[in-house]
């Protein structure tokens, strides 16, 4: 039975197995005077691969960190429907808490722990979920060793599903470029993440990073069953990856669609190349009048 | 009521403290400003201003009396004298305890540990060089109540402070807001990279903005050290109050760092009608404690690019 | 040749001055730009500081007695040539360039190669821990008081300082609170407060319950302090100190003010047909201590390379980072300032117990400070470093007190700590024996990758290091 209201990104929901991740309602986030976000409502379905883009300044960091707990909107709603059947509010709560509820995110600049090796990154990540305590840690307790074990077999296997294995005792500052991005997803999917929030994974790659990247993206959403938020400014990748796209400027929702249905929407289109050219009188008349436009 | 039982002159005796620790707050914001640092070792530019001042003091007025325009004479001597300490003590802080590390780029952590170990060093050098003892500076001029405001008396020495004081005040303040110094500051508080590429020259402003503060809080030492007498261990006290007070008014402001010095003066003293004087440090830390706790950014807000 | 990575200085001008005309040749005072020069001006500098250092105290009478006293020939003279032969050898060293410095090099890294070697480093502890039973027996009486006041109390408070400051990156200038709450605890357990307990206990057994209230500071402390950036939270733990100590001078009725506690009792341990008693000879004192250094020394390294270890690395690495990974930042903070603060509290025990009285004073800002220049000294975050670097510094001025080398006074103490915190910011910022991670870390932050620790300037106190 499909539910007549639509969903709070004004699309209708089209089938039973609509089955909501994320639903974020009416936010609004402001510093002082700036409003960073207006109003802002979207919804992401259970493994989907959801884009968001938008001009620079548009907000879209400003949103991941909405809804990550870095920053607390002063209007809206953020909910989380995890697979548990538990729905969440993730407004206003600290970031590592939002990690635990099995939100997992990557940063514009990585941010990688670069006096630390790649495989001791990932660990980081795996560990957020230990239950050692420092009594444990201190004594050495056999649960301790066991968990220590079976966090180094799930680095192992998240390095190889990367592709990092042959660099894992390197320091991540000496990783090239592509190699970090590819660490700092690593990273987060060690903490076990149901949504995965990417910021500008593929920023400042060559095609050959980009290509591994997409790669990399489509088996972390089909082969781990992680639905994928992704902001992006590379439009090639966004419109082979994601499934339905959200067009942000100014702090607003100005588009929700499908890539065939975005590329095509004049208000996006004005949004990142200024407005349409004048219909063709107008050009005649200057060319008669001899005028400057 | 204790409270109001001697308002005006603890209202009074906290003006002339939150003057002094407005004078030395400044050094702490401007710095503050340019290094995103505190400057751990204020304490003993202070310290070296109140020295300063008694011995130029010590040499020139010895175990003479004056009055009158002899007074304004060595007061402004003893300031001068105080400033002067103030500034080649801030000045060479800057260059063996902040240059090299800037050089090195080193970690926060770092210029924070070598700036205790400059305080360290300076204050215990102090001790053995001139004693631990309290050393009186010669008066320039006799303490006696000049007039009263409603009843309470307003001693010469708290004119001196306040006059001494707003006029340095209103100077900063009008350096930092109008002169090629006081941009070429506000330009470096506000974003380096780009001062740089503008022409300023960063080093020379760290360098001018160290002394600057430092000129006001040796003046603080020397007027402080008027009254208290000065001794090795006088600037730990004072100084991490006036740090309490440019918090309060919103760190790198300049014109926050002067009311948070008010306020705190005010605030500290006016309770001792009703507490013994032993509580009074207690007052100031703890309102330190609730500025960081409720509201780090100050009363006036952080950002010395706003402060003129 | 100079490695390329190497950030070296370029100097301002490369033209002679006089080849120029003479509105643009540089003004004399620019002139000494040359860092050979400038490093030669630096020593001579240097020279009077030392002279100043090691000179005679001031007299009290007239004021510049001691700087007319240290500014004299020859002492003065002795300073300089050992300043300017300083100078001498490192010039020297540059100029010899490639094979000097890989020597210097091989030199420095020396004590970091061949810790890590796991057989060697095995023997070696085993060594030192037969050494350290051993030996002390056949020490004097006043090296044995040395070996438990100075050398093993200090011992024991740099290993804990350096879980505040070196595993977690936190400057906590107020640790030496912590000492005076076990001492405080120590005296009120044992009856010696002007208030009593609810129980007189013996004041072996209040060993853990003066660890678990200093730990219980700790995690008073830290609650509402630890979100603050780190030189705020500088300030605010040396406000903590301070207030210590205030309270303690003013509660009379409670701590006995100024004039300090009563006599506290002796340890004594009369469990399982054991009747023991410490008394006045200090050797039992530092078996007790060793035990404690050992069982603390293993409880931290266990730490550092667990997951909690990992955590506080990372916290220092990015916190942003850290807590975007799930790792609840405020939580590990406070967990080191906690275990931190529980060696503090035990030595604060051990203290009281040993002299059998204290007073107020006796927990100042200085002894705070102390402290964190063993640490430094010996190496952040590093625990060989914390112990070389406590028994060092605490050993040194006592050998020199009995075997008086060129002007050394044991009251001038401070001020070459002073120095030592300086110099070591400068030139050694890793410390004696660095643990590894730290020197990667500083490594990488002389080239630009990080900052080597969490104090990153966020846009208000309260904000996290580093906000995106």
Not at chain 1, 190 to 213: I, R, Y
Not at chain 3, 16 to 36: E, G
Not at chain 3, 218 to 238: F, K, Q, S, W
């Amino acid at each position: 039975m499909t539910s007549a209201a639509p969903l709070a990104d004004g699309l209708p929901a089209t089938s039973p197995e609509a089955d909501l991740l994320v639903e974020v309602e009416k936010l609004t986030l402001r510093f002082g005077g700036l409003t960073s976000l207006s109003q802002v409502s979207l919804t992401q379905r259970r493994g989907e691969i959801l884009s968001v883009i938008g001009p620079n300044g548009a907000g879209k960091t400003s949103l991941f960190n909405c809804l990550t707990g870095v920053y607390t909107p002063q209007e809206g709603r953020i909910v989380f429907h995890r697979r548990d059947g538990r729905d969440i509010s993730v407004v206003g709560v600290r970031p590592h808490r939002v990690n635990r509820f099995g939100i997992a995110r990557t940063f514009q600049t990585s941010r990688l722990f670069n006096a630390l090796t790649t495989f001791e990154n990932v660990k980081i990540g795996v560990e957020s979920r230990s239950r050692t305590g420092p009594l444990g840690a201190i004594l050495h307790l056999p649960h301790t060793r066991r968990e220590e074990r079976a966090a180094n077999a799930r680095v192992r296997e998240l390095l190889e599903f990367v592709g990092l294995t042959h660099r894992a005792a390197t320091l991540a500052s000496s990783l090239p470029y592509g190699d970090r991005r590819r660490l700092e997803i690593a990273r987060a999917l060690g903490t076990g993440p149901e949504l995965l929030l990417l910021d500008e994974p593929a920023a400042g790659t060559n095609p050959a990073e980009k290509g591994d990247l997409v790669d990399l993206i489509r088996r972390v959403n089909r082969d781990r069953g992680v639905s994928v938020l992704l902001i992006e400014h590379d439009m090639g990748l966004v419109m082979s990856l994601a499934e339905r796209i959200v067009v942000l400027n100014f702090g607003q929702v100005i588009a929700t669609g499908s890539p065939a249905e975005i590329q095509q929407n004049p208000a996006v289109i004005e949004a990142y190349l200024g407005a349409p050219e004048a219909p063709a009188e107008g050009a005649g008349d200057v060319a008669e009048s001899g005028e400057g436009a | 009521m204790c409270f109001t039982q001697n308002f005006w002159s603890l209202l009074i005796s906290g003006l002339a403290d939150g003057f002094l620790y407005a004078l030395i707050a400044l050094g702490y914001t401007l710095v503050y400003g340019v290094l995103q640092l505190i400057n751990f070792a204020h304490s003993e530019v202070f310290m070296s201003g109140g020295f300063a001042g008694y011995f130029v003091l010590q040499a020139t007025l010895g175990s003479h009396t004056t009055s009158g325009w002899g007074s304004v004479g060595y007061v402004a001597l003893g300031i001068a004298a105080g400033a002067a300490g103030g500034g080649v003590v801030a000045f060479l802080l800057e260059r063996v305890a902040y240059r090299p590390l800037r050089r090195r780029k080193a970690p926060r952590l770092a210029f924070l540990i070598s700036a205790i170990g400059a305080s360290y060093f300076l204050y215990n050098i102090a001790g053995k060089e001139f004693g631990h003892n309290a050393l009186e500076i010669p008066a320039p001029f006799t303490n006696l109540p000049w007039f009263s405001i409603f009843g309470a008396p307003v001693q010469a020495y708290y004119v001196v402070i306040a006059i001494a004081a707003i006029s340095m005040l209103l100077l900063v303040d009008r350096v930092v807001s109008s002169t090629k110094l006081g941009k070429g500051i506000r330009a470096v508080a506000q974003d380096a990279e780009t001062a740089s590429l503008m022409g300023v020259n960063i080093n020379r402003i760290i360098s001018q903005t160290f002394v600057l503060g430092g000129l006001l809080g040796g003046a603080a030492g020397f007027l402080f050290g008027l009254n208290a007498g000065v001794v090795y261990t006088m600037g730990f006290t004072p100084a991490l109050k006036a740090f309490t007070a440019a918090v309060l008014g919103g760190i790198g402001n300049v014109r926050g760092a002067m009311l948070g010095g008010l306020v705190l003066g005010i605030a500290e003293n006016l309770p001792m009608g009703c507490v013994q004087t032993a509580w009074r440090d207690v007052i100031a830390y703890g309102i330190l404690a609730i500025v960081l706790l409720f509201r780090p950014t100050g009363i006036l807000g952080e950002r010395l690019g706003r402060a003129a | 040749m100079s490695d390329p990575l190497e950030l070296t200085e370029i100097p301002e001008r490369t033209v002679t001055s006089a080849a120029l005309p003479p509105d643009q040749r540089t003004p004399w005072h620019k002139v000494v730009h040359n860092d050979d020069v400038r490093r030669l001006f630096a020593c001579v500098i240097g020279g009077f500081v030392l002279a100043l250092m090691t000179g005679p105290e001031g007299d009290g009478i007239n004021m510049l007695s001691g700087v007319d006293g240290a500014l004299r020939f020859p002492h003065l003279g002795i300073c300089l040539a050992l300043t300017v032969g300083l100078w001498v050898l490192i010039t020297v060293r540059h100029r010899f360039g490639e094979r000097a410095r890989t020597a210097s090099a091989r030199v420095s890294a020396l004590p970091a190669r061949l810790l890590p070697n796991a057989k060697f480093r095995g023997l070696a502890l085993v060594a030192l821990l037969a050494l350290a039973i051993v030996y002390p027996a056949h020490l004097n009486g006043y090296w044995q008081s040395v070996l438990v006041q100075q050398v093993g109390i200090y011992v024991l408070l740099a290993i804990g300082l350096n879980v505040v400051v070196g595993y977690a990156g936190l400057l906590d200038l107020g640790y030496i609170a912590f000492f005076a709450i076990g001492a405080y605890s120590d005296a009120f357990w044992t009856g010696a407060l002007p208030i009593h307990p609810p129980a007189n206990l013996n004041p072996f057994w209040v060993i853990p319950i003066a660890i678990a209230t200093a730990m219980l500071a700790g995690v008073i402390l830290g609650v509402p302090t630890l979100r603050l950036r780190g030189d705020y939270l500088a300030i605010v733990t040396l406000g903590f100190g301070e207030i210590i100590q205030i309270v303690a001078i003013n509660l009379q009725g409670v701590t006995g003010g100024a004039i300090g506690t009563g006599t506290i009792r002796h340890f004594a341990l009369h469990v399982l047909g054991i009747n023991y008693v410490w008394g006045l000879d200090p050797l039992p004192y530092y078996y007790l201590l060793l035990v404690f250094v050992v069982l603390a020394l293993f409880a931290f390294h266990s730490l550092e390379h667990s997951r909690i270890g990992r955590a506080w690395a990372a916290i220092r690495e990015d916190e942003i980072a850290a807590e975007a990974s799930g790792i609840n930042v405020l939580k590990y903070k406070v967990m080191a300032f906690a275990i931190g603060a529980s060696t503090s509290g035990f030595a604060g025990t051990l203290v009281a117990s040993q002299i059998r009285f204290f007073e107020p004073g006796d927990f100042t800002v200085q002894l705070s400070i102390l402290i964190l220049v063993l640490v430094i000294f010996g190496g952040m975050g590093s625990l060989p470093g914390a112990v070389v670097g406590a028994a060092v510094l605490e050993w040194l001025p006592q050998y020199l007190h009995v075997h008086p080398l060129f002007g050394f006074q044991q009251q001038d103490l401070y001020i070459y700590f002073g120095a030592i915190l300086i110099l070591m910011m400068i030139f050694r910022p890793e410390g004696l024996i660095p643990s590894r991670r730290r020197r990667i870390e500083l490594g990488l932050a002389e080239h630009g990758i990080g900052t080597a620790d969490a104090m990153t300037a966020g846009a208000s106190p309260s904000e996290p290091a580093g906000l995106p």
